[in-house]
């Protein structure tokens, strides 16, 4: 490999021991420098895309589930006993992997029938890392407009 360009920078030196003692601990043989520079350069990654898609307009589409937006490119996971299925928001539409249209309860009951479908889809936003349960989306949904109109609002399990 060729000459690299370096910057060193000031980070509190408690934290980096903190994170070399994980890394010794649980990724042996991995230098802290080399985690830094790949942590640094995924955030990067999905930063920008996230910013791609909020700069395209490409964020208006998507779907609308209850009080919950899903922006289009939002994932869906849903498991039933060892099997893992995934979905994506194209457009407006929720697809499966097969390309068939779905609604987040027929998504959720594939393989299983009367699954309340909040409590078995996790999404992944664009340009997020990690999966939220979709009950927990739309009880922080709840409380954002609760705290702007200032009204209680009902709670429909389904």
């Not at 991995?30 to 790949?38: P, S």
């Not at 930063?47 to 490119?73: I, T």
């Not at 194209?90 to 249209?101: E, K, M, N, W």
């Amino acid at each position: 490999m060729g000459f690299v360009a370096k910057r060193s920078i000031d980070l509190p030196l408690s934290e980096l021991m903190d994170l070399e003692f994980h890394l010794m601990d649980t990724r042996p043989g991995v230098k802290l420098e080399a985690f830094i520079a790949d942590l640094l350069e995924r955030w990067l990654t999905i930063e920008k895309e996230r910013l791609a898609v909020l700069r395209n307009g490409s964020g208006l589409r998507g779907y609308q589930w209850k009080n919950v937006f899903l922006p289009e490119g939002t994932n869906l996971r849903t498991s039933y006993h060892h099997t893992t299925e995934f979905s994506k928001v194209i457009g407006d539409r929720i697809l499966s992997d097969d390309g068939s249209s779905l609604t987040p309860s027929l998504f959720a009951n594939r393989h299983a029938k009367g699954r309340n479908a909040w409590r078995f889809i996790w999404f992944r936003f664009p340009g997020e890392e990690y999966w939220v349960r979709a009950a927990d989306c739309r009880a922080d949904s709840d409380k954002l407009l609760q705290r702007r109109t200032g009204r209680i609002l009902q709670f429909d399990p389904e």
